[in-house]
């Protein structure tokens, strides 16, 4: 991996209407000596699915190069798997110490995600991106 930032071979698969491109990305062999292969969300086998907009006009068929930052994908990390864990572990200990049952606590364990993620979608979606490249 280069020092700049995480990149992947990909193949577009669904030519860009506006909301950006589906390109298909493989796991490559280099993902088995990659340090954050464990957080990434390429598994072992098969391929990665991701709608990205793109500043040239990308046709089905095309090969790019996708490549985060190692900032943004910390960030990412973070957003998605952190977070969340976090946020649920507070409101169980909080819920807890607050006396409430056993079936309430987890209740409110389990709204915690169902919260999260919807607001994480609304702040990404008016402005907050992860910042990419498609070469």
């Known amino acids: 991996m280069p020092a700049q930032g995480i990149t992947h071979k990909g193949l577009v ?41 793109s500043p040239r006009r990308l046709k089905k068929g095309d090969e790019v190069t996708v490549e985060i930052s190692r900032s943004e994908f910390y960030r990412s990390v973070g957003l998605v798997y952190i977070a969340p864990v976090a946020l649920m572990l507070t409101a169980a200990v909080a ?14 364990t389990l709204a915690v995600p169902a919260v999260y993620f919807p607001v994480l979608r609304l702040f990404l979606k008016n402005g907050s991106r992860t910042r990419y490249k498609i070469r």
């Open 95 to 108: 819920a807890g110490s607050m006396g409430f049952s056993e079936l309430l606590t987890a209740v409110l």
């Open 13 to 53: 698969i669904e030519e860009d209407t506006g909301s950006g491109a589906l390109i298909e990305i493989a796991r490559s062999g280099a993902c088995g000596g990659c340090k954050e292969k464990g957080a990434c969300g390429m598994t072992e086998s098969g391929s990665l699915l991701v709608r990205l907009k």
